[in-house]
């Protein structure tokens, strides 16, 4: 497994500037989170880390970067999970879940037995494998994401990219999900890249904070180092008093106005 | 109608009935006819065509001729259209994930229709130059609607494809209304080629299709796994390593060069690239490697069928088979859709 690793990295669209000279490196089994205000560039530079947006600057994996590699090779490597991902409603969970397959197939090639196992397997570790059968349609939301993590997992990639894996999910759901992916960064020393918008779930479950505003680089470090509440009114606007849970970890709850 | 299984591939039970169906459409296609044979005397011709069998049919060289001549081309060239139509819709609604896309979506139909009266006008409607006309008016509006959509919508463009095509299909039309205005003594011949025939047909028209009809199949039927991954959106599909641009390119060339060469030869037939491909879809689900190969024999059994129709309806008149694929396919996939709510459905 290697991490990944970007340097310089810049989006524009249309001329308008999204991101620019963005220098991010996660090692393999690092969890960074991506945090700051709604426009700061979280899901631009996940696009960029993707490949799925032009991009200034370089982005590497494994010390070989993605201008060198096909579209396809860089998905062994990469998977993304898109922040409203687009679940087909008559396909299945297992054959939305295979089409995770896709980058280890030939243009043209159909999937074999070793490509079936592998979803289904990816399925089952993300304790959705009583979901197999059931259309995406008539899944709840919590399943859905599951499902949306099983077809990343069934990329075998080493990095794993996450775009408000936790939006629209309750609070046990939203936890359910940080923890299997908290399980596979351990497991299989993915390095895990996830704009977060829940900065007590970002403080608790990732090791560096990424503090992104107005398309660069604010801070980075530790929670406790990137999430000051001068800090937070600063760049989010946000009233917030930061505290400590049973166990020391820290926990962002928000303030009414005095 | 089965018990839920998580992967649904192509059952050879479906392709059977599939199959099964487009055999007995065919057949019907040759047993019956203007003309009153026999249908024992027309098996007995065709079963002493086959290898190692010898039959005499009893008759005439002239009713023989009737069954090879005839019927046997305009039933193969049905099912060719047919084939043709159902494959390039199917793969139409997958690659712009738009369940209304049919095969004229980008303009197919409009530049085949100002082709087509323009050979009309100038040569009359038996010149051999209209299926031409029509066929490179065809390909000159979507390449025009390639143009466009993809000059103002940059690498992923499914939506401004459509726009684009919207807007070349109404150029188009209003270019072949003038010219049919300037010439309304040809309105009565345009007008049947709008609405669609297979009534002056031979082997020649068979031959005209085959070449593209083959093509186009064997592309888009080759492109049925990629069409799932497309299911899920053009930047989703980009990050597992599929170009979505590239797929889309690819498929509208072989489902437009499929459906400009049937347009040649039958004008205008609607409703089957529309209807084949969604009651394939709501009786075995909605993966495109099982709705492409099954919309290909669906859509041949349905036009065979709606040309018989079109051939004995009203005999001995023609009705236009554009009316009765609409008349016979709008009821259908009414019943289809109903017994689909039911719960069989995907």
């Known amino acids: 497994m290697s991490g990944i690793i970007a340097r310089g990295v810049g989006v524009r669209y249309d001329g308008r500037v999204a991101l620019e000279g963005v220098d991010l490196e996660v090692p393999a089994g690092e969890w960074a989170a991506l945090v700051g205000p709604n426009g700061a560039g979280k899901s631009s530079l996940l696009r960029a880390l993707a490949g799925t947006v032009p991009s200034s600057g370089t982005v590497a994996v494994g010390g070989r970067s993605r201008h060198e590699m096909s579209r396809r090779r860089w998905a062994r490597l990469v998977a993304a999970v898109a922040q409203h991902p687009v679940l087909p409603a008559g396909l299945t969970a297992a054959e939305y879940v295979l089409l995770g397959r896709t980058p280890h197939l030939g243009y043209l090639a159909a999937e074999s037995r070793r490509d079936v196992v592998a979803a289904l397997a990816a399925l089952e570790r993300l304790d959705a494998g009583a979901l197999a059968s059931r259309p995406l349609g008539s899944l709840s939301g919590g399943e859905r994401q599951r499902v949306v993590l099983a077809r990343a997992l069934a990329q075998d990639p080493e990095v794993l990219l996450l775009d408000e894996p936790t939006a629209s999910l309750d609070i046990g759901h939203q936890q359910q999900v940080l923890d299997l992916v908290e399980g596979l960064r351990r497991e299989r020393g993915i390095a895990v890249v996830a704009a977060l918008h829940d900065l007590t779930l970002a403080a608790q479950y990732a090791g560096r904070l990424v503090l992104l505003d107005r398309g660069r680089v604010a801070a980075e470090g530790p929670a406790t180092a990137v999430l000051t509440p001068e800090g937070l009114a600063h760049f989010s606007g946000a009233r917030v008093a930061l505290l400590r849970g049973p166990d020391g970890e820290l926990v962002v709850a928000p303030r009414r106005p005095a | ?346």
């Open chain 2, 1 to 346: 109608m089965t018990a839920p299984r998580p992967l649904r591939r192509l059952s050879p039970l479906a392709v059977g009935v599939a199959l099964v169906l487009l055999l007995g459409a065919l057949l019907a296609g040759l047993l019956v006819g203007a003309v009153g044979l026999s249908p024992g005397a027309v098996l007995a011709e065709v079963a002493d065509r086959l290898p190692f069998v010898s039959v005499d049919s009893g008759l005439s060289e002239q009713e023989a001729a009737i069954v090879w001549d005839l019927r046997l081309p305009r039933v193969v060239l049905a099912a060719l259209v047919g084939a043709t139509l159902a494959a390039a819709g199917a793969s139409y609604q997958g690659v712009f994930r738009n369940p209304l896309a049919d095969p004229y979506l980008l303009g197919v139909a409009a530049g085949a229709g100002l082709g087509a009266t323009i050979g009309i006008v100038t040569l009359g409607s038996a010149s051999a130059v209209v299926p031409a006309a029509a066929f490179a008016g065809a390909l000159a509006a979507v390449a025009l609607t390639y143009a466009l959509g993809g000059a103002t919508g940059g690498g992923r463009a499914g939506t401004t494809l459509v726009l684009a095509g919207v807007a070349v299909a109404a150029f188009f039309t209003a270019a072949q209304t003038f010219v049919q205005q300037r010439h309304a003594d040809t309105v009565r011949e345009v007008y049947s080629w709008i609405l669609g025939r297979l009534s002056t047909v031979g082997w020649s028209e068979v031959a005209l299709l085959a070449p593209y009809a083959g093509v186009s199949l064997m592309v888009l039927l080759l492109h049925r796994r990629l069409l799932d991954v497309m299911a899920v959106g053009e930047e989703e599909a980009e990050t597992l390593g599929v170009s979505a641009s590239r797929v889309r390119l690819v498929v509208v060339a072989a489902a437009t060069l499929g459906t400009a060469a049937a347009v040649a030869v039958s004008g205008l037939v609607g409703f089957v690239g529309i209807v084949v491909p969604h009651a394939v879809r709501l009786m075995v689900g909605s993966s495109y490697r099982v709705i492409v190969p099954l919309s290909v024999l669906g859509g041949a059994a349905f036009l065979v069928l709606a040309d018989l129709g079109a051939r004995t309806l009203a005999a001995p008149s023609e009705v236009p088979l554009g009316v009765i694929t609409a008349f016979v396919g709008a009821p259908f996939f009414a019943v289809v859709l109903r017994s689909a709510r039911r719960g069989w459905g995907p």
